[in-house]
Nanobody
């Protein structure tokens, strides 16, 4: 089993930056990532990263967000720059371990215009 603890959400003005962190309770996780869910919308992929460092981004965040991972600390980060009001959502950390999906509790990101 994997526990995920997220931090770093908050309120920021459009054009600003935030950095999200997610610490996993164990090592050996194949892939980690971030998803988000805005009110009234489905949860959507933001970015993922494998243990080898391969990354994948949603088109809407390419060039603005950067996902990174520190395997020694079982931690994944999401650097969010040039934030837009449409980035407002609850952001969830995800980990894939032994073919199971694990989720964090979510952290709110609010971008004001």
């Amino acid at each position: 089993q994997v526990q995920l603890v997220e931090s770093g959400g908050g309120l920021v003005q459009a054009g600003g930056s935030l950095r999200l962190s997610c610490a996993a309770s164990r090592s050996g996780i194949a892939a980690m990532g971030w998803y988000r869910q805005a009110p009234g919308k489905l949860r959507e992929l933001v970015a993922t990263i494998t243990s080898g460092g391969s990354t994948n981004y949603a088109d809407s965040v390419k060039g603005r967000f950067t996902i990174s991972r520190m395997n020694a600390k079982n931690t994944v980060y999401l650097q969010m720059n040039s934030l837009k009001p449409e980035d407002t959502a609850v952001y969830y950390c995800n980990a894939v371990y032994q073919s199971y999906n694990y989720w964090g509790q979510g952290t709110q990101v609010t971008v004001s215009s």
